[in-house]
T-cell receptor, first 105, second 117 residues
Framework: DAKTTQPTSMDCAEGRAANLPCNHS???????VYWYRQIHSQGPQYIIH???NNETNEMASLIITEDRKSSTLILPHATLRDTAVYYC??????FGAGTRLTVKP | GAVVSQHPSRVICKSGTSVKIECRSL??????MFWYRQFPKQSLMLMAT?????????EQGVEKDKFLINHASLTLSTLTVTSAHPEDSSFYIC?????????????FGSGTRLTVV
């Protein structure tokens, strides 16, 4: 079974920040947290990953709590093309159900 | 960034035949590769983990004699679906972990849509 749980779906207004939460309370000390997204009939696209510290790249920011039991992916200015299923996984590479993010005009 | 090429992207085969799917890491050496299947409107299900030069580790419930995995080199892993049946129709996806995992994470292929008729 996957070590991560996420809300089933979320909506976000275009241009606003999308904040996607993930719980991984059983994560081990050396396991990374990875975020991917999948658009219909394509392979998952890498977004960002981290171990302990918060991370930022050109796509998103990743905020990891100090106890590492949860994290939040932030898309700072969501666009319609960000509509996808977002997956949070840890190093065991098992996927949960993910969050279906719908960005609305 | 790291690129994983998966081939073919789509395949249709007759029931009872075998199909081979290739997964190649193009610009890095993949010490570990993962194989998934995904049914419509469902998440990715991990089938097996393969390490170069050793036998694959299959997840519980996945038939190793039906889904043959070979990881003969650091840039190529193959999944062969043997004696395919209509219920094997699915989207198969591979991913690879390179020795620079801390920089790139795991990279996924674009997937193979298998239809067994």
């Amino acid at each position: 079974d996957a070590k991560t749980t996420q809300p089933t779906s979320m909506d976000c207004a275009e241009g606003r920040a999308a904040n996607l939460p993930c719980n991984h309370s059983t994560i081990s000390g050396n396991e990374y947290v990875y975020w991917y997204r999948q658009i219909h009939s394509q392979g998952p696209q890498y977004i960002i990953h981290g171990l302990k510290n918060n991370e930022t790249n050109e796509m998103a920011s990743l905020i990891i709590t100090e106890d590492r039991k949860s994290s939040t992916l932030i898309l700072p200015h969501a666009t319609l093309r960000d509509t996808a299923v977002y997956y949070c996984i840890v190093s065991d590479m098992r996927f949960g159900a993910g969050t279906r993010l719908t960005v609305k005009p | 960034g790291a690129v994983v090429s998966q081939h073919p992207s789509r395949v249709i085969c007759k029931s009872g035949t075998s199909v081979k799917i290739e997964c190649r890491s193009l610009d890095f050496q993949a010490t570990t590769m993962f194989w998934y299947r995904q049914f419509p409107k469902q998440s990715l299900m991990l089938m097996a983990t393969s390490n170069e030069g050793s036998k694959a580790t299959y997840e519980q419930g996945v038939e190793k004699d039906k889904f043959l995995i070979n990881h003969a080199s650091l840039t190529l892993s193959t999944l062969t679906v043997t004696s395919a049946h209509p219920e094997d129709s699915s989207f198969y996806i591979c991913s690879a972990e390179g020795d620079s995992r801390s920089n790139y994470g795991y990279t996924f292929g674009s997937g193979t849509r298998l239809t067994v008729v």
